[in-house]
């Protein structure tokens, strides 16, 4: 069968699957229907097949999906073999949040250096990254490989850093900002933004609960 | 014209326009058409038109939105003008990050206590709050409204606290552990997994500049 491209649809829910799959590792299990990732899950069973069917995952009749098998498969589809050379610019705390988020290097993402333009903390270690001066990014950049540059300064600061790095070369920018980036190079953007999260949990209770 | 039930799909972009018109309105500018947003938010135009009229949030041919009337309105779809009480379970950075946050305040979610079992931050604070003692939680809850849980905790003690919480009473849970949470009891679960978004900006880079 010939490999096609996979939606990108599909690709934002392959994570879960590759989460759920390692807690069954973890537990032992070896096989599982797409009946109980189902329920585990809280996806449909028809999704989950149609979304593992995408790459080729078959499930068995009567038999399932082999637990490793799948985790293999959907770890290589997301590249999780591959390691990606990250920064953190800004070490307030939701740069050290991830700097000290031991999660990342299990994925392939290894931090290799954080920058900050804070005197008093320049110098100082979070884990065994000293924290470095901002003014040092580019040759930093030039001189290493950065794959990911993970942006967690003030709105305000962000897309003229992202512009600079990118214009360096980093191909990758992970955004914190509450404003989505836009910038004319040739990178990609993943936006993360806490608060649109937040708001649709009180959209929820306020729906749910009707609080007045 | 009735009221129609809007779709979490739509309710999912509504933070996203909020975040853009706020910022409209921060440059002063007073109106804009579906097509102007287009171009800044990277959706298309009829995506636009189709999600705003889904609320009655109408354009006029030739002048557009009333910037300050939709994102009045949007604000009040999100419930931006009540105050939800949070308190935030575990003070380490995440917990610490979100709790020196200062943009949920303006948005309506108000952080009112943060505990943990560290006895060595216990009593020490972050902004006005001290950090509270997590033996002390159930008092707490049940002698303060909280709406919202904020879950920082290490992924195995998640499940435990979750259920805790929402036996006390609270009915908004926002979990940062990398478990999808279910818990048998009435309540809303958002849950933030920074390492989903994370994979997906490692695939995109793969698949565009074929890393090997």
Known sequence: MASKKISMAVIKRLPR??????YLLELGIKRVSSK???TRMGITASQIRQDL??????????????VESL?????????????????????????QALANYGNFEKRG??????FDVNTSIIGKKIKDLEIRDLNDIDDFVLENKVDIAMLCVPYRETAGLADRVAKLGVKGLWNFSPMDLKIPYDVIVENVHLSDSLMVLGY?????????
């Not at 699957?17 to 390692?22: D, K, P, S, V």
């Not at 069917?53 to 082999?66: E, P």
């Not at 993402?109 to 954080?114: D, L, T, Y």
Request: charged share 15%; with cysteine.
């Open 17 to 22: 699957y590759h989460r759920y799959l390692n």
């Open 36 to 38: 109980e990732l189902s």
């Open 53 to 66: 069917n995408c790459f080729g995952g078959f499930g068995q009749q009567g038999y399932g999906y082999n």
């Open 71 to 95: 985790y293999t498969e959907i770890g290589n589809i997301l590249g999780i073999n591959k390691t990606f050379n990250c920064i953190i610019i800004g070490a307030g705390n939701m740069g």
């Open 109 to 114: 993402f290894s931090i290799i250096a954080v």
């Open 204 to 212: 929820k209770l306020n729906d749910k609960f009707s609080r007045e």
